[in-house]
């Protein structure tokens, strides 16, 4: 699946031209760069491709989402309601606002649960924020009707699924901003890298000029005399990242094509028996294909097809397990496990109830996730490789 499988002569070039030119900032020597900025181009390549209005690039996936935050003034005693399965910045992004993260429970598309939602809503609820895990949407529209109804911002975790469509439109889209991570196990990676992709014009204006320590970029302007709008930090992107991200981007269309066409090969190669069955998409043609995940009738059975599909071949996972993505195994989140001395929101006079993160909170979670078996898909898979997962796949099923 990530996207350096695709690296090729044309990132080469991209990268050897920036070094040559000696231009890594992406803002300063405006007198010297002959006005060529690659981070700027990439931004509006990504903000036209995906119908944005803005796109600002960031550091990385987990800095997009704090940035975004920061945009929309996130602090102290703030709840964001979110998913216990995602990547666990989505939670830190909160944290480092010193806002509480207030996990609900995931339905059978591996997303956040629209259902799951509503009772967690309190007078502190600021957003919503569903996760569109492995590359597929979660049900937005649910979403947006219920923050239209309480008042609140829809925001979108996007960074898995740069490219993934919801009824014909972008994820990311949708709600106050959407961030993409670009690193190095995504579909479009630069190595390290995010974007965050608004319609809103206030809150792009005040994340980009947090992003850079609050700059005004007016290339008009020396760098070190235009002035700044407001105390910010540094999560710039480098020439170096934009310049690739430029090439990534216009291999995604072929990328996502070649995933969704052999997750079909596959699938067209096995029968699901009753009881077996895809997750849930609430639209599944915006799919990217990263990942195919399978849900079996229990954990029992899902524990007999993983041991089965290990033994054909071609193993695979079972997410309840999966330490990176599910808030059950972050003991450093239960223990708010903190360098500094002051630990907002733990020990924090704005936050009055903070979740205890106890694994026991997500029994549907736990239930979904212990019988969901999950393959990594690949951008290039020949027949071969095709026949082994398909083999892997019977072989499981049989043992059910």
């Not at 181009?41 to 989402?65: D, W």
């Not at 309480?150 to 699924?161: H, I, M, N, R, T």
């Not at 993505?325 to 907002?344: D, F, P, V």
Request: charged letters at 25%.
């Amino acid at each position: 699946m990530p996207g350096f499988e695709l690296f090729d002569q044309r990132e080469i070039d991209a990268v050897t031209d920036v070094i040559k030119r000696k231009m890594v900032h992406r803002y300063s020597f405006q007198e010297t760069r002959n006005g060529i900025y690659r981070v700027e181009e990439f931004e509006k390549a990504v903000a036209e491709k995906f119908g944005a209005k803005h796109c600002l690039a960031v550091s990385s996936g987990s800095a997009a989402l704090y940035v975004g935050f920061r945009g929309l003034g996130i602090g102290p005693g703030d709840e964001i309601i979110t998913s216990p399965f995602t990547f666990i910045a989505s939670v830190e992004a909160i944290l480092e606002c010193g806002a509480v993260p207030v996990l609900a429970e995931i339905d059978e598309s591996l997303n956040l649960d629209p259902d799951s939602v509503e009772d967690l809503i309190t007078e502190r609820t600021k957003a919503i924020m569903p996760v569109h895990m492995f590359g597929a949407a979660a049900d937005l529209d649910a979403f947006a009707e219920i923050c239209e109804e309480y008042g609140l911002w829809l925001l979108e975790d996007s960074c898995q699924a740069m490219g993934a469509t919801y009824h014909g439109r972008s994820v990311g889209t949708y709600g106050k901003w959407g961030p993409y991570s670009l690193d190095p196990y995504k579909l479009l990676t630069v190595g390290e890298g995010g974007l965050i992709v608004t319609n809103d014009d206030e809150t792009y204006r005040r994340m980009e000029y947090y992003h850079d320590h609050g700059h005004i970029h007016n290339p008009a302007i020396p760098r070190g005399a235009e002035g700044k709008a407001c105390l910010g930090f540094n999560f710039r992107m480098s020439e170096i990242q934009g310049a690739i991200g430029l090439v990534q981007l216009d291999k995604l269309d072929g990328a996502i094509a070649s995933l969704r066409k052999n997750k079909k090969r596959v699938l067209d190669g096995v029968k699901f028996p009753e009881g077996v069955r895809l997750r849930d998409l609430p639209d599944s043609e915006g799919d990217i294909a990263t990942q195919l995940v399978i849900l079996l009738p229990d954990a029992e059975s899902a524990k007999r097809f993983q041991k089965a599909s290990g033994e054909a071949g071609c193993g695979c996972g079972i997410l309840s397990g999966n330490t990176w993505h599910y808030a059950r195994h972050w003991e450093t989140l239960r223990e708010g496990s903190y360098y500094s001395r002051i630990r907002c929101p733990y020990d924090c006079p704005y936050a009055e109830d903070v979740p205890l993160y106890r694994p026991v909170e997500w029994p549907r979670t736990q239930d979904i996730l212990s019988r969901a078996a999950v393959f990594g898909m690949d951008i290039f898979m020949d027949d071969l490789k095709i026949a082994s997962m398909q083999n892997a796949i019977r072989a499981g099923i049989k043992a059910l």
